[in-house]
C-alpha cells in the first residue's frame, strides 16, 4: 500500500459508533479498513509509508456547504483558510452570483457587484465564459497543477437573470425565461450540482416565484438541488422558508437552504417554528436539507443592505443614487424606518454593523469600527465604489445551537475571504464545531458531528465514493485531535489558523502535514454525476 494509518479512531461520516482500526491507502483510494477486534486473525495492512493514528481521529474530508472561494482557489494556492480546517471539498457558486455562466457585459458587472465578496479580480485571468470551462480552470488551477482542495458549483441563478433579462425589476418575458432555463441546463450538463439563489441580492430577487419554479423544474430534471439564500431570514423569515418549501415541492425539486439562520430580535428563540415546519415537510415527502455556520454574527457587503429597488440597473446606477441627496434621502428612510428588503425587512441597527473589509485602501481606518449612521454609511458605500463587506451581529446563540442539532443539517463556513478582519467563520467554522459544540458544550456527539459535516451532504451532492471513510471510497482524509481540536480564529484575529488538526489528505495525498502546509495541489472539480 502507499500509506496506512496505524490504531486511528475511526469516525466513519455515517453517524455510527466509531472503532479502532487500520486504514490504509492505495491510488487515492481507501484500500483496507482492518478493526481491532478483527486484527488478532488477519495480517495488519504493510505500507511504503506508516502513521500513528493512536489518540486521534480519523475522519472523512470535511466538505463545506456554502463556500465563496470561487477566486481564492485561483489565486492562493496555500488557500490555508479551508485546507488547514480539514475541509477537503467546498460549493462554490453560492447566494446566486459568481462568474459563470457569463458573457463579457456580464462579467464585468458580476464582478463589480461580489468585490466585497471575492475581490475585484484583477489579479485573475477571466479566460471561461461557461460554467464547464470555469470547472476546467479548476482543473487547471495554478501552473496546471490543479487547487488546493477539491470544488464542486452551483448555477448561479442571478448571474443567469443577468444575462437574460439584465438589472431590471420586472417579470421575465418568455424568451428570457426559456434562454434562463437553456443556461441552468447547459450549466447542469457541464458539472454544476445545482442551483443557488440570492434572493435578498440584485438581481436575483426581481424574480416572481413562478419563475423560479420554472427554472427549478429543470434543477430535478438534471437531478441537481435548489440552494436559495432566501428572501429574509429576519421578519418574514418563517413565510420566506415556507415559501422555499412551497416553490420546490411544486417544481419536484430538491431543496437545501442556505445558511438557515433565524437572525434580528424578532426571530429569537423561534428557531423550533422553521424546524416545525421542515419536519413537517419532509414526513410528507419532500426532498430537503440545510447547512449553518456555528457563529451568531452574520457576514455581507453593505450595499446589500439597501432596498432593492436602489439596485435597479445595476453598480453604477446604485452609486448614482447615492450621489443624489433627494434619493439617498429615501434609501435611508427605508433603511432606518420602514425595514429594507436587503435588510431582511428589519429596520437597521447601525450599532450591530462592523465594517470587516475595504476595497480601497486608504479607507483602512474604518475596518474594526461599528457604523455610527447613514452619513457615515453612505460616504463608504461611495468611497469605496460598493466594495465594504460588514459583520452584522444580529444572531442568537439558542437559534444557533436548535438548528444545528436537526436530522437535515451540514456545515457550511459562509466563508468571505475579502477584508482585513473577515469574519472568523471562514477560517474556524469545522474545528469549531468539533471544539466547542462536541467537546466543551456537548450539543453534539462527536459522531452525529462529524456525520453532519461529511455524509450528509455528500449525500446531498450524491457523490458516490465521497464522505465516507469506506473502502473503495476516495482518500479525502482529515485526521484530528479530539481533545485539543478548535478554532483558533477570534473576531480580534480572524485569520488565526485552528489546532489539533495534523493531517489533511486530499485524493490520498497530504495537503496538511504535522499541521503545515504541503506544496500538493490535489483538488478538482467535483461535477455533477447521473
Known amino acids: 500500500m502507499d500509506l496506512v494509518f496505524r490504531d486511528a479512531e475511526v469516525v466513519d461520516g455515517t453517524g455510527g459508533p466509531s472503532y479502532r482500526a487500520d486504514v490504509a491507502i492505495e491510488g ?74 457569463a458573457d463579457d457585459r456580464t462579467l464585468a458587472e458580476v464582478r463589480r457587484a461580489i468585490t466585497g465578496w471575492n475581490g475585484s479580480g484583477d489579479d485573475i485571468d477571466f479566460d471561461w465564459r461557461t460554467v464547464g470551462e470555469y470547472l476546467d480552470r479548476l482543473d487547471r488551477g495554478h501552473d496546471g497543477r490543479g487547487i488546493a482542495v477539491n470544488a464542486a458549483y452551483l448555477v448561479p441563478q442571478g448571474t443567469v437573470r443577468m444575462l437574460a433579462v439584465g438589472w431590471d425589476d420586472r417579470p421575465a418575458t418568455g424568451a428570457e425565461l426559456d434562454r434562463m432555463r437553456r443556461l441552468v441546463a447547459e450549466g447542469l450538463e457541464q458539472g454544476a450540482v445545482g442551483m443557488s439563489s440570492g434572493l435578498t441580492y440584485t438581481p436575483g430577487m426581481y424574480a416572481p416565484d413562478a419563475e423560479l419554479t420554472e427554472l427549478c423544474r429543470v434543477v430535478a430534471e438534471y437531478g441537481g438541488y435548489y440552494c436559495p439564500h432566501h428572501r429574509s431570514y429576519g421578519a418574514g423569515a418563517l413565510r420566506a422558508y415556507e415559501e422555499m418549501v412551497r416553490l420546490t415541492r411544486d417544481a419536484g425539486c430538491a431543496l437545501h437552504l442556505a445558511h438557515a439562520t433565524m437572525n434580528f ?72 424606518v420602514v425595514g429594507s428588503d436587503g435588510c431582511h425587512g428589519v429596520p437597521v441597527d447601525w450599532e450591530t454593523i462592523e465594517i470587516s473589509g475595504v476595497s480601497e485602501p486608504g479607507l483602512a481606518e474604518h475596518v474594526g469600527r461599528r457604523v455610527d449612521g447613514w452619513p457615515t454609511a453612505r460616504r463608504l458605500l461611495l468611497a469605496d465604489r460598493l466594495g465594504s463587506t460588514i459583520l452584522q451581529h444580529v444572531g442568537h446563540e439558542e437559534n444557533v445551537r436548535t438548528i444545528m442539532r436537526h436530522r437535515a443539517h451540514t456545515g457550511g463556513s459562509d466563508g468571505i475571504l475579502q477584508g482585513t478582519k473577515p469574519h472568523p467563520r471562514a477560517y474556524g467554522t469545522f474545528p469549531r464545531y468539533l471544539g ?31 464522505g465516507l471513510v469506506r473502502e473503495g471510497y476516495v482518500a479525502d482524509l482529515v485526521l484530528f485531535d479530539p481533545e485539543t481540536v478548535g478554532a483558533g480564529s477570534t473576531y480580534a484575529e480572524p485569520r488565526t489558523l485552528p489546532t489539533g488538526i495534523p493531517h489533511v489528505l486530499v485524493d490520498g495525498r497530504f495537503v496538511m502535514e504535522d499541521g503545515r502546509r504541503t506544496d500538493v495541489l490535489a483538488g478538482r472539480s467535483v461535477r455533477r454525476t447521473e
Not at 496555500?78 to 446566486?96: F, I, M, P, R, S
Not at 446604485?318 to 435611508?332: G, N, Q, S, Y
Open 28 to 101: 487515492g483510494r481507501i484500500a483496507a479498513i482492518v478493526q481491532e477486534a478483527a486484527a488478532a486473525g488477519c495480517r495488519r495492512p504493510t505500507a511504503r509509508r506508516s502513521v500513528d493514528a493512536e489518540g486521534l481521529v480519523l475522519a472523512p474530508g470535511f466538505i463545506d456547504m456554502h463556500a465563496h472561494s470561487d477566486l481564492a482557489l485561483l489565486r492562493d494556492p496555500e488557500h490555508l483558510a479551508k485546507a488547514a480546517q480539514g475541509v477537503t471539498l467546498e460549493v462554490l457558486g453560492q447566494d446566486g452570483l459568481s462568474y459563470a455562466p
Open 265 to 336: 430580535g424578532v426571530n429569537e428563540g423561534r428557531a423550533p417554528e422553521l424546524l416545525a415546519l421542515l419536519d413537517a415537510a419532509m414526513d410528507a415527502g419532500a426532498d430537503i436539507s440545510l447547512d449553518t455556520y456555528p457563529y451568531t454574527p452574520g457576514c455581507t457587503t453593505l450595499v446589500a443592505l439597501l432596498p432593492s429597488w436602489a439596485g435597479e440597473g445595476g453598480p453604477e446606477a446604485v452609486l448614482a443614487r447615492l450621489r443624489d441627496d433627494a434619493t439617498a434621502e429615501r434609501i435611508r428612510h427605508d433603511l432606518e
Open 436 to 466: 466547542r459544540y462536541v467537546r466543551e458544550l456537548g450539543v453534539l456527539s462527536l459522531e452525529e458531528c462529524v456525520a453532519h459535516l461529511t455524509g450528509r451532504p455528500a449525500a446531498r451532492l450524491r457523490l458516490p465514493d465521497r
